[in-house]
């Protein structure tokens, strides 16, 4: 990790968060999708090569994450410690529906049981859901603990999941038919109405400037990439295009690489810090006290500049 | 029921950084970690500009997030309403430090030292493996506040069972204690000043007043 070394009048501005790294962003990137994955195909009513193709890439994604982020934490001997705060943190509720996950799923890919793999779908989903709430609960991070964050972390992982469940299932000789096409399709398209309402939000109740910035400069990225061409891609298999194979396996491209990318910016490059604000100036000698001071917001929550 | 405060008079601050050296001094943080730090905010526009200094650490909350998030219940707000860290417990996630939204955790993951790769004889002499890879941050120097519940003595008025920053403060800037005691040192002066509470809006309830004015 790079040095940081902030001048003394920069030290209460928002700053770039430097403890989740890469390793972070991954098990977002990979358990979301994953989680989505298993989700959506296990009620997608594949047959037992794809459904178990299915299980087995869902798994995959989510073992990869949380891989990931154990080489991260300080002390990963002591991981398991993880387990001793159900009541109140999500990272705690992660791990344990992460065990129902591989329980379930492993269940289902031994025994093809139909009631094993939607229960492995629904652990899919809550773990997913446990992630969004992991990073709503930072109230440090502005960007994270907007509660529109939820719905498109949400949002993201089902169309991921979508894109690559029809990807496999198309690879696996599965027939995909109209309705799991429009059902991608339109899940794509509430992931762009989730970012845009997220964006909405974080406008309205303030953020850091940089943290705005960020998701302005990433905004058009998942409206083509992860919107428009998906999502014509798919119009295109409905109105009857040839190749179904390959023009899924570019959809889960596009959908699941922006996805990806959008929680990427927002774990990594759009997690600015709170900052440190005063509220009053303090009066000196007798002179008056001063306004408000909030380095490096775009707006104060009562509407004020900072 | 017992809730210690910390009071900090931002009328009287100047900005010396005695307070950072002496929590450094107290607590042998690492080079680069501070618990306590002293910001410099400069406002306003020509001609109208202030400069202004703002102590900042941990503020002890009272609805603390860094507690709520935190996976191994190393994070916990004792019943004096101090928030302390188990470093036996924590596992270095650092989800609290992304909690936390005054800047006040840190990490470590490998030992620091001044001088490059050796340790200086000081620094050797409290060097704490204990504390490497895990969430740490400002303690209100809670082993003195224990030591005043075994002996009897007043966090805030004796200066053995007072935080390491209070005590230095060549101002007298910051003050310290029992904000349930409608006596002590920090009541007396929230009762004649106007105060606030850093990030309140976030519902964390912060434990330390910052005063503006007088009443």
């Known amino acids: ?306 | 029921m017992t809730r210690y405060v910390m009071t900090i008079d931002l009328r009287r601050c100047v900005g010396c950084q005695t307070c950072t050296a002496a929590c450094k001094g107290a607590n042998a943080t690492p080079p680069g970690i501070q618990w306590r730090r002293v910001l410099d905010i400069e406002s306003g526009e020509f001609p109208d500009v202030r400069r202004s200094f703002l102590p900042v650490a941990c503020m002890h909350c009272g609805d603390p997030p860094c507690e709520s998030v935190c996976p191994t219940r190393a994070t916990t707000r004792r019943a004096d309403g101090l928030v302390a860290i188990d470093y036996e417990l924590c596992i270095g996630c650092a989800n609290c430090v992304m909690a936390c939204p005054y800047d006040a955790r840190s990490i470590v993951h490998e030992p620091r030292y001044a001088y490059g790769d050796s340790p200086m004889a000081s620094e050797a002499k409290r060097f704490d493996p204990a504390r490497i890879g895990v969430s740490m941050k400002c303690t209100f120097c809670k082993d003195r506040i224990d030591y005043a519940e075994r002996t009897g003595k007043v966090p805030g008025v004796d200066p053995e069972v007072t935080p390491a920053c209070v005590n230095s403060c060549i101002s007298g800037a910051m003050g310290f204690g029992d904000i349930e005691d409608a006596d002590s040192g920090v009541s007396k002066l929230l009762a004649g000043t106007q105060y606030f509470r850093m990030h309140e809006e976030l519902g964390t309830e912060p434990g330390v007043y910052y005063v503006w004015d007088k009443s």
């Open chain 1, 1 to 306: 990790m790079k040095p940081f070394n902030p001048r003394a009048v920069e030290l209460a501005a928002p700053k770039q968060q430097r403890n989740w790294d890469w390793r972070a962003a991954a098990n977002f990137i990979c358990g979301g999708s994953g989680g989505g994955l298993l989700l959506y195909a296990a009620f997608a009513g594949f047959g037992r090569g794809s459904a178990l193709a299915a299980l087995l890439a869902g798994m995959t994604l989510i073992a990869t994450g949380l891989t990931c982020v154990w080489f991260e934490i300080g002390r990963p001997w002591r991981a398991l410690n993880v387990y001793r705060h159900i009541a109140t943190s999500w990272m705690t509720r992660e791990a344990v529906v992460a065990l129902a996950v591989f329980g379930c799923g492993a269940l289902a890919v031994l025994t093809g049981s139909v009631v094993a793999t939607l229960c492995a779908g629904v652990c899919g989903g809550a773990f997913l859901y446990s992630q969004a709430r992991i990073l709503a609960a930072n109230k440090g991070i502005p960007a994270w603990r907007h509660p529109a964050s939820v719905p498109l972390l949400v949002a993201t992982g089902l169309a991921e999941g979508a894109a690559l469940a029809l990807a496999v299932g198309a690879l696996g000789g599965a027939a995909i038919g109209a309705g799991l096409l429009v059902a991608a399709m339109i899940l794509v398209i509430v992931r762009a109405w989730a970012w845009q309402r997220y964006r909405t939000g974080l406008g309205s109740t303030g953020a850091p400037e940089a943290a705005l910035r960020v998701l302005d400069g990433f905004a058009p990225r998942l409206l083509w990439l992860g919107t428009v061409l998906p999502a014509l891609a798919v119009l295109a298999l409905l109105l009857g295009m040839p190749g179904q194979g390959p023009v899924l396996l570019l959809v889960a491209l596009l959908a699941a690489g922006s996805g990806a990318w959008l929680k990427y910016t927002l774990v990594r490059r759009a997690a600015y810090t709170q900052g440190l604000a005063i509220d009053h100036i303090p009066v000196r000698g007798r002179g008056p006290s001063g306004p408000a001071a909030k380095p490096g917001w775009k707006m104060m929550p009562d509407g004020n500049r900072g």
